[in-house]
């Protein structure tokens, strides 16, 4: 099993900008979620979703849109990039009734300039 | 407010000393709390959970409701203990709050 796995590694935006960060798991996982880490700062969730078209808002979710069209997958769209979502993006799943047992992701390192 | 708190950006002992790692967490329900770690070069990964009670790699947790605390220790730091360590409470549904972290260094 590749586990969670999360394209690209690093990226570049300008402002305004848009990109899509991919998030993949292979453990038939119902839940998924997306977070944000910054310096200083601990993980804070974007948005989430516990099936195949559900999602929902975490913490921090202006300025970013999810979709869950199937188990697999959970990708996450920044719409016009701004200079303060320059952060690391973790992906992270978790099985049905442990939801609190998250498999993460290599994480996503994004620069907007 | 539902938080949680590492007061400790940076922990640096000697191998072979004790270690503490301290988390403290606000919040009026009844917590769940886990101990996150990343290894330089690997992803973050659960270590333990209060409810299990378990010793993980010689790590153990008490949770504290009293103090509203769940310190990570480990009686005897080894090398490879040095990573970044995240306190996470779960509060129920699927939010989960994590803490800044704490990098533990283990000087040989």
């Known amino acids: 099993n590749a586990g969670v796995t999360q394209t690209p590694k690093f990226q570049v935006l300008k402002t305004g900008q848009s990109m899509t960060l991919q998030c993949a798991q292979d453990m038939n996982h119902e839940y998924m979620s997306w977070y944000r880490q910054d310096p200083g700062m601990g993980l804070r969730l974007i948005h989430y979703s516990v099936g195949a078209g559900i999602t929902d808002q975490g913490e921090v979710p202006n300025g970013y849109n999810v979709s869950r069209s199937t188990t697999e997958d959970f990708p996450l769209r920044l719409l016009s990039a701004a200079p303060s979502q320059t952060s690391v993006y973790f992906c992270a799943s978790s099985p049905a009734g442990a939801v609190y047992e998250q498999y993460f992701g290599p994480g996503t390192r994004l620069t907007v300039t | ?108």
């Open chain 2, 1 to 108: 407010a539902q938080r949680v708190t590492q007061p400790e950006k940076l922990l640096s002992v000697f191998k072979g000393a004790p270690v503490e790692l301290k988390c403290n967490y606000s919040y009026s329900g009844s917590p769940e709390l886990f101990w996150y770690v990343q290894y330089s070069r690997q992803r973050l990964q659960l270590l333990l959970r209060h409810i299990s009670r378990e010793s993980i790699k010689g790590f153990t947790a008490d949770l504290n409701k009293g103090e509203t605390s769940f310190h990570l220790k480990k009686p005897f730091a080894q090398e490879e203990d040095s990573a970044m360590y995240y306190c996470a409470l779960h509060t129920g549904g699927f939010k989960t709050i994590f803490g800044a972290g704490t990098r533990l260094f283990v000087k040989a």
